[in-house]
């Protein structure tokens, strides 16, 4: 019987694959759309599979799936219907077990998270970095709550509640999960101590606490050096497993939409992150399979 992920946490560290729009970028594809990665999801799925197996190779253990951007009311406006796109949002799943099925002929466990991101990412302005959408909690909860029965019902090993900017959301994602029983992850992005909508962390992790379905809390889409504070603080809140995933600490740019600045990403980090409760680690935007293997090279160690 297959190792669940809860269960490999309580062993060990485990290694996640970097930012998948960096990848699927560097095999050719133009992701200047709305839909970001998710338009590969009709248009090119070999080119998505084919990332998760560079992330593969390089020694991630989990990969997170192109539905990010992936909704219902996104796929609207570019009049793919709700059977079509909930298909599509399946197939994120399907796509990354192809890579996953390729990979386990070398050994080891291996496993998909399906990527649930926050509501501001369907707006494709940069809300995701900021929060306070003018949504209610409920508001919220409605717009999640399609979106995440159906990513469920693929079946991935867990669901990546991630990018978080905001407590209200996530508060409507907790409201959403518990008593399913679908594992999940949920992830803020933070800058310093705070949410991206300016909460405190111990505020926002509290959040998850108590919630049974999720298996891991933390942070990603955020500065590396913004890392250690945040595994303390989640560690010391919930007592849970704590799951990170810095971006390459370039900023991104929404209106000219291009990053700035250059990548503070260091592998070398990932010792102390460990000692202080991470037990799910690796990158996000601008983080590549290079930077994930001297990720996996240090877990290992």
């Known amino acids: 019987m297959a190792t669940s992920l809860r269960q490999a946490l309580e062993a060990r560290p485990i290694v996640l694959d970097g930012g998948l729009s960096n990848q699927l970028e560097q095999q050719g594809a133009d992701l200047r759309d ?16 084919a990332a998760h197996a560079a992330y ?43 890579a996953e099925s390729d990979a386990a002929a070398h050994g080891g466990d291996r496993w998909v998270a399906a990527s649930v991101g926050p509501y501001g990412a369907v707006l494709a302005d ?14 919220l909860e409605a717009f999640h709550a399609a979106r995440l029965e159906t990513l469920a019902g693929a ?47 111990t505020e926002a992790f509290e959040l998850a606490a108590d919630v049974a379905e999720v298996i891991a809390v933390g942070v990603n889409c955020c500065a590396p050096q913004d890392v250690l504070g945040a595994v303390e603080i989640a560690s010391a809140v919930t007592g849970k497993p704590v799951v990170v995933y810095p971006n390459s600490g370039e900023s991104w740019d929404a209106q000219a939409r291009e990053w700035r600045e250059i990548s503070t990403f260091d592998a070398g980090l990932v010792q102390s992150w460990v000692a202080a409760g991470a037990r799910l680690i690796g990158g996000c935007c601008r983080v590549g399979p290079d930077a994930i293997r001297q990720v996996a090279e240090a877990v290992r160690s």
């Not at 219902?72 to 192809?98: N, P, Y």
């Not at 809300?127 to 409920?138: F, I, N």
């Not at 991935?156 to 959301?169: G, K, S």
Request: contains cysteine; neutral net charge; glycine residues 8%.
């Open 56 to 98: 593969y190779a390089a020694g991630a253990q989990v990969v997170i799936t192109a539905s990010y951007q992936a909704s219902f009311q996104g796929f609207a406006t570019r009049g793919i219907d709700q059977a079509h796109a909930a298909q599509l949002m399946r197939r994120s799943v399907e796509l990354a077990r192809d």
């Open 155 to 201: 079946q991935p090993d867990v669901l990546a509640l991630e990018t978080i900017p905001d407590a209200d959301e996530a508060r409507a994602l907790m409201n959403v999960v518990r008593g399913t029983g679908v594992p999940c992850w949920l992830s803020f992005s933070v800058t310093g101590r705070k949410t991206r909508a300016g909460q405190p962390l």
């Open 126 to 139: 940069g809300s995701e970095y900021r929060g306070r959408y003018g949504l209610s909690v409920s508001d």
């Open 34 to 49: 709305d839909l970001w990665s998710a338009r590969l999801l009709a248009d090119d799925p070999a080119a998505i599979t």
